[in-house]
C-alpha cells in the first residue's frame, strides 16, 4: 500500500510538471486558431511555427482542443459515483463539538463519524485512503465552541480551510425541529460566480450525492461578502399537481429549518492533501491587505426591476431591468439598516434576500415538476 500511494503520488506530480510545459503550447495553438477564424495576419511570435502548430490543429478534436489539467481529473467522478465522506473533529473535543460532529454527519448522506482518539494527521488520512474514503471533514474548535473546518478531498486534495462563525445547533433553534431526512439534499450555491468562487463550489458539491427531483430536502450556500451562510431546509409541496387552466401552485410551498446554521469564510485553498509537504498554495486570505477584492463572486452592477411581474421562460427568470439613478443608489445606502432586517417566523432568520432566494429555487423545481 505505501510503494502503491508513493507511485501515485510520483505520477500526480509528474503530470502537474507537464502541465506547465504543455500550456506554453496550447497558447500558441489558441493564438493562432483566433488569427485563422478572424482572417487576420498571423502573429509575429508564432511566425515559423505556424507550419508546425497547423498539423497539430487539424488533428485535434473535442478533447485534445483544450488542455486537460491536473485540477479535472481530482473530481473526474463527481456525480458518477456516490462521495465517501469521514468525518472527525480534533483531539479531545467538548460536548458541543461532538454534537455538532452528529448533526454534520446526518447532512451527507452516507457519510461515517469516527472518533480521533490518537490518530496524528498522517495516519488519519492514510487510514481514509486504505478505506477508499473521498473526502475528510476535520472540525476544530475554541473553548467548547466550533471555530473551525478543514475539507480535504483525497487521494491528492485540494484542501480548503475555513473559519467556522455563529454556529446554531438543531436545539438550540427557536422551534423545536422536525425529524432529519437523510435523503440526497438539493443544493443552492448563490454568489459562487468568480475562478475560486466556481473552485469552492465544486469542493462543496462532491460532498453530496445527486439528488432525486421528487427529494423535499434543500441545502443553502449562499455568499455573501465572502462570508458563506448555511441553511437546511424540508418544503412541503402542495398536494395535487395544477391541471390545464389552474394557475400553478409553487408559491403556497412551506419551508421548515431542520439545522444546523453556520457561516463559514474561506481563508486558504491548497492544491494538495492535507499530510502533503510543500503543497501549492491556491489562494489565500490577506485581511490586512488596505483593499481586499471579493474573491468567490464577481463585482455586480446594481440594476432594478422596472415593474411588473417577472416573466418565466423555461428554467430561466427573465425581468425587465435598468440601471439604478445616483438618487436611488445613495437611498439604498441610507436604508442599509432597514434592508438588512430578517424575518422573524419559525422556519428561518435568513435575510429577506436569501429567503427569497431560496422561495424562488423551490418554486423553479415545483413549476418544472
Known sequence: MLRRNARLRKEYLYKKALEDREATTFDKKRKLQEALDKNKAIPTELKGEDK???KTLDLADDRTKEQRKAIDDEYAFLGVKDPKVLLTTSRDPSSRLSQFLKELRMLFPGAQRMNRGGYVVKDLMQLARSHEMTDVIIVHEHRGEPDGMVVCHLPFGPTAYFGLSNVVLRHDLAEKPPTMSEAN?????????????????????????????????????????????????NFVRPKG??????????????????????????????????????????????????????????PEVPLLFSGGAPAWRGHTWTPTLRRMTRDEISGIASNNTTRRKTIATSSSSLPI????????????????A
Open 52 to 54: 508546425k502548430l497547423r
Open 185 to 233: 439534499p438539493h443544493l443552492i450555491f448563490h454568489g459562487f460566480t468568480a475562478k475560486t468562487g466556481l473552485r469552492l463550489k465544486t469542493i462543496l458539491q462532491a460532498l453530496f450525492p445527486p439528488a432525486k427531483q421528487a427529494g423535499d430536502r434543500v441545502m443553502t450556500f449562499a455568499n455573501r461578502r465572502d462570508v458563506i451562510h448555511f441553511r437546511h431546509h
Open 241 to 298: 399537481r395544477p391541471g390545464d387552466g389552474h394557475p400553478s401552485r409553487a408559491n403556497h410551498v412551506t419551508l421548515t429549518e431542520n439545522g444546523p446554521r453556520f457561516a463559514m469564510r474561506l481563508f486558504r485553498l491548497e492544491l494538495g492533501a492535507i499530510d502533503m509537504k510543500d503543497v501549492e498554495v491556491e489562494w489565500v486570505l490577506r485581511p490586512y491587505f488596505n483593499r481586499q477584492k471579493e474573491a468567490l463572486a464577481l
Open 353 to 368: 434576500d436569501l429567503i427569497q432566494l431560496l422561495q424562488f429555487a423551490v418554486n423553479l423545481e415545483l413549476r418544472d
